[in-house]
């Protein structure tokens, strides 16, 4: 059974760090290509960075710069490392693989950017 749990979402000012953990367990993450979506009240879910297997990443433009998504193969986890951040970044963060037949989420962890 795959199971991805995330942690780390908190309270945070602007300008502050955050980093969020995906903990992954049933598949090896580094196989697929592993994200994190966030969403907003209101709001769609959006892509905010990807790694792939072949260790590839993505940012979405509003993170660019601010964000690094990164992996630890002998933790089976994924991180995506928040610098700079604004209020703007305030959502739910979620994990996602893109399996070989299914995709699998993670049940989210809140970020909150307020002075």
């Known amino acids: 059974q795959v199971q991805l749990v995330e942690s780390g979402g908190d309270l945070v000012q602007p300008g502050g760090s955050l980093r969020l953990s995906c903990g992954v367990s049933g598949i090896i993450f580094n196989g697929y290509t592993t994200a994190w979506y966030r969403q907003a009240p209101g709001k769609q879910r959006e892509l905010v960075a990807s790694?792939?297997?072949?260790?590839?990443?993505y940012y979405g433009d509003s993170v660019k710069g601010r964000f690094t998504i990164s992996g630890d193969t002998a933790a089976n986890t994924v991180y995506l490392q928040m610098n700079n951040v604004k209020p703007e970044d305030t959502a739910v963060y979620y994990c996602k693989i893109d399996g070989r037949f299914n995709d699998y989420w993670g049940q989210g962890t809140k970020v909150t950017v307020s002075s």
């Open positions: 790694i792939s297997s072949g260790g590839g990443t």
